[in-house]
């Protein structure tokens, strides 16, 4: 297919080389901000749009990859009412792109990206919405030359998989820097966690995650408990998030 | 060497295996749980021991892996002032063993083990403390038959990797376990968020935690920060936790 993006961030760059890989030709790249789209298109060997108006109507989809806030916005820029459109946010419903189009949909890539690190989308859970069956033919054509991990899902679910990945995710992450930060105050690596991090996660690949819970928490072990909330005397957001964490395992089990 | 185990949970049990698959022998395991010795010991092709009274005097080592609470209880029970005594905790220091031998110490192994996982002993951080240069000797030995990744900590060190330990691995395994029992709730399985979890423990592997940073709290998306809070508006906990986790991502960045 013929396919343009519009929006140049980390899940635009991603889905667009892999939708390169698999054969497809992205014709342009569209952001809000023109040397984003440069690069991008300039690493797609696709043409950077500068003003949206300008955007070519002889593609075969356009993929809109923008903060939710701005979606319909960009929508209402494509000037081709009979292409397809779609977005890739896990939380923005499919309805938006109802009023630009008469067939659009979702394609929703459940994975974190970041720009400088490389992901192998074969095993990306792909998780798709359309507004026919015709769009959602096309969708899943396309997802499954891109990945394994193909699903379909309406946008209450979507939603709700948004919202789980969000605690699995990014939350998660940032536990892992506020024990960076913890360890750097006191001289000590990251490194040295490093290993325990990727056991973690290996651990519930195969396993319900309540049913490998470890930690002075779910043992009810009160006294490395207070030890560890006066160690944490100092910063006292760190000692909120302990004993409301702590309390929520308590709960859950 | 020849070591008894007293304790039979977790760690003494991964602990056990690595020691004997490094050649030593393990003479005994003690529990308070008879049955648990018995189990653990058999596995070992040990002794199980039923009273702390009967156990051997002619262990070079006495390895204490129970809980904090009761580690100077058991060190007490045993019958061999001049050899080396350890225990294995990560927030314990290692002064609680000083009354009872004259060469004693920690190896704390950085890792969250279950019973049922299997793990790969070579990997793990092994951090250790002796209470004098010999101790020390035979641990560093010990410890690198068992693993490549060896360190010397002190005890308030160690507290503090701990507890950076607390939050990398348990409170992150639970923010899977509240992940999944939302997805549950959903008629939606766990496997859609596992590649999930398994790339962001990845992507920390050769980042720091704070530059890789994904989500709508670090985007400082307010709108869509505010649908999941309505999404959640029957879990105030998850709402709570939501809260101030997003806050906390704001604060560090």
Redesign the interface.
């Known amino acids: 297919m013929n396919i343009v993006m519009l929006g140049s961030g980390?899940v635009a760059t991603h889905l667009g080389k892999a939708l390169q890989l698999a054969g497809h030709t992205i014709l342009e790249v569209w952001s809000r901000t023109y040397e984003n789209a440069r690069i991008l298109a300039s690493s797609l060997q696709a043409e950077a749009v500068a003003d949206v108006s300008e955007i070519s109507r002889q593609a075969d989809m356009y993929i809109i990859s923008v903060?939710?806030?701005v979606i319909a916005d960009v929508a209402a820029l494509i000037p081709a009412k009979d292409k397809i459109i779609i977005h890739t946010s896990g939380?923005a419903g499919i309805e938006i792109l109802k009023p630009y189009s008469s067939r659009y949909g979702v394609l929703y890539p459940?994975?974190?990206?970041?720009k400088?690190?490389d992901?192998d989308f074969k095993?990306?859970?792909l998780?798709l919405e359309g507004s026919s069956e015709e769009v959602e033919l096309v969708l899943k054509e396309m997802a499954l030359q891109l990945s394994f991990?193909v699903?379909f899902?309406n946008s209450?679910?979507r939603?709700?998989?948004h919202?789980?990945?969000?605690?699995?995710?990014?939350?998660?992450?940032?536990?892992?820097?506020?024990?960076?930060?913890?360890?750097k105050d006191?001289n000590?690596k990251?490194d040295?966690?490093?290993?325990?991090?990727?056991?973690?996660?290996?651990?519930?690949?195969h396993?319900?995650?309540?049913s490998?819970?470890?930690?002075?928490?779910?043992?009810n072990?009160k006294?490395?408990i207070d030890?560890?909330l006066e160690?944490?005397r100092d910063h006292p957001?760190?000692q909120?998030?302990?004993k409301?964490?702590s309390q929520?395992?308590v709960?859950?089990n």
């Open positions: 980390n903060s939710d806030d939380s459940l994975q974190t990206f970041s400088k690190q992901v095993e990306i859970p998780v991990n699903h899902l209450d679910q939603r709700i998989l919202l789980a990945a969000v605690f699995a995710c990014n939350f998660t992450n940032h536990l892992y820097a506020l024990a960076d930060n913890l360890l006191h000590l990251f040295l966690i490093r290993p325990l991090i990727t056991e973690t996660a290996r651990k519930v690949q396993n319900h995650p309540e490998v819970q470890t930690g002075p928490a779910i043992r072990d006294k490395t030890k560890h160690l944490l957001e760190l909120e998030i302990y409301l964490l929520s395992i709960n859950l």
